[in-house]
């Protein structure tokens, strides 16, 4: 009997091994075993290395932002967004080197715009992986995303702390399907033992007056240009409705009028919105917001900017007059990505595009069409992911 006992054990431990699968199989259709892999255990380490460093006033020193999945069997990375935010009175950027994938065209930090980066103490990595099959990230592995080379302006504390918001990835699943559902775990570098941790700000939105109509006593006949279309898009998709505010300079509430734009061969877009206005004296801001864009705020009648999106002004500088107003604003690009119009551009603006890659019907296109070339496709995905960084409207 005693030499049964192992045996007997043996076949036991099958019985009830072979019971529960049975029981999984008829009941649970086997979803308990896939359950144990599901996205909240999908996490995403980052970190610097090295994460803390002694610099003399004008030394350099190279740091490595890194990533570490710890998803069975690793991620496929697509895409990726991280915000980083110095303080540009203690540290520069002297250099960015992108190890997975490379720099979004035009929306990516690169050292071409290092200039833009150090007066406004924000990095804005935007990564694209360009293959269909995305770059391997082992799992477990820290795996070199970002190399930054940063300079201490006079040899004072810093830090730069990205935290989970400051990081987005666009991850390849089964079926070639995106996915941004990673819960992303900061990093922290500090310069000289540390400074405070600089974060953007946000401030609270006035309530527009709406006088808007066709024929008001002011016209603005306003030229426009939006971010990702160049070129003129087929008559189906040349045609926007673009909300216009006028606040005139000290009054806290704006006047807000919609108008029907059009654009040229060159991607600029024209058209008019009207104003009753019982006076047309003081200075003026207007605000420009299109039906998948951001909102942004102008201050001067012929504005310009060298890197895309980075005009930005306070003082209200613009004169109207009763009648027709013509303002010449397309040397400025309005950026995309609000595409539900709710004022911030979120992961529900992500997922609008992430469910809709691949179609050309007219209702998936009028949301989710952001460059206007009759498809939902990486390049509206690639928008998107860009205006992560920017985030809110204007005000
Ligand atoms: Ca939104
Ligand atoms: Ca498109």
Known sequence: MKKEMPRLIIIFLVVIGLVFWMWNYLFLSGKTAIKSRATDESI??????????????????????????TVEGGILVRGYLVSLFFDKTKLQLKNIEYKIGGASPDLGATNSSLSTINGNGVIRL????????????????????????FSSVNGQ???????????????????????????????????????????PGITGAPN????????????????????????????????????????????????????????DTSGVWSGKASFNLSSVSGKYLIYIKGPQHIQKKFCDSAPSENNAGTYSCANANISITVGDNNL???????????????????????SIVRNNLGKTDTATLTKADVNRDGRVDTQDFSLILAALAVRTDEL
Do not use: W
Not at 218 to 246: E, R, T, Y
């Open 126 to 149: 935007v990564g694209e992986v360009t293959t269909p099959t995305g770059t391997a990230v082992a799992k477990d592995v820290d795996t070199e995303l970002v190399k930054l080379k």
């Open 44 to 69: 995403l380490s980052l970190s610097f290395n090295p994460n803390a460093s002694t610099l003399s006033t004008g030394q350099e020193m190279e740091t490595t932002l890194k990533i570490k999945p």
């Open 157 to 199: 504390g810093a830090t730069i702390q990205i935290g989970r918001a400051d990081a987005k990835f666009y991850i390849l699943k089964a079926e070639a399907v995106l996915s941004d559902g990673m819960s992303i775990d900061g990093a922290k570098i500090d310069f000289n033992g540390g400074g405070a941790i600089i974060t």
């Open 328 to 350: 010449d604003f397309s040397k400025v690009m309005v950026l995309s990505g609000d595409l539900d119009q709710n004022g911030v551009v979120d992961s529900v603006d992500i």
């Open 208 to 263: 527009p007056t709406t006088t808007g109509g066709t024929s008001g006593n002011v016209n603005l006949n306003l030229k426009l240009k939006f971010q990702g279309i160049s070129g003129k898009p087929a008559d189906s998709q040349n045609s926007m409705a673009v909300k216009v505010k006028l606040k005139k300079e000290g009054e806290t509430n704006p006047s807000e009028a919609t108008g029907v734009f059009s654009a």
